[in-house]
């Protein structure tokens, strides 16, 4: 069973910087793509970045040229380095996975994963 888990997320003030980490396990054939996802309280949850296998990547208008997504295949894992942190960006940051992987019962089934969910929160 394919399972994510994130790490990095803590208190930091504006400006600063963080770097959170995915770690993807499990009976995985082949990983489409991977992303980050955010939720701050009272909103939906929204897209932050991806990186698919081709390596393109997408981001949210907001954390351009401020966050960067990236991928250690060796590793199953995928991280994110965001710069220049604002109030704004306080929220817990999930991590997604587009998957091809087996179950609990061998069978191979693709679909999204989710990690547990990590904090960040940007205050002075």
């Known amino acids: 069973q394919v399972q994510l888990v994130e790490s990095g997320g803590g208190l930091v003030h504006p400006g600063g910087s963080l770097r959170l980490s995915c770690a993807a396990s499990g009976s995985i054939f082949i990983t489409y793509s991977m992303g980050w996802y955010r939720q701050a309280p009272g909103n939906e949850r929204e897209l932050v970045a991806a990186l698919n296998s081709e390596g393109t990547t997408n981001y949210a208008d907001s954390v351009k040229d401020r966050f960067t997504i990236s991928r250690d295949n060796a590793k199953d894992t995928i991280y994110l380095q965001m710069n220049g942190l604002k109030p704004e960006d306080t929220a817990v940051y999930y991590c997604?996975?587009?998957?091809?992987?087996?179950?609990?019962?061998?069978?191979?089934?693709?679909?999204?994963?989710w990690g547990q969910g990590t904090q960040v929160t940007v205050s002075s």
């Open positions: 997604n996975g587009d998957i091809l992987g087996k179950d609990r019962l061998g069978n191979y089934q693709r679909r999204i994963y």
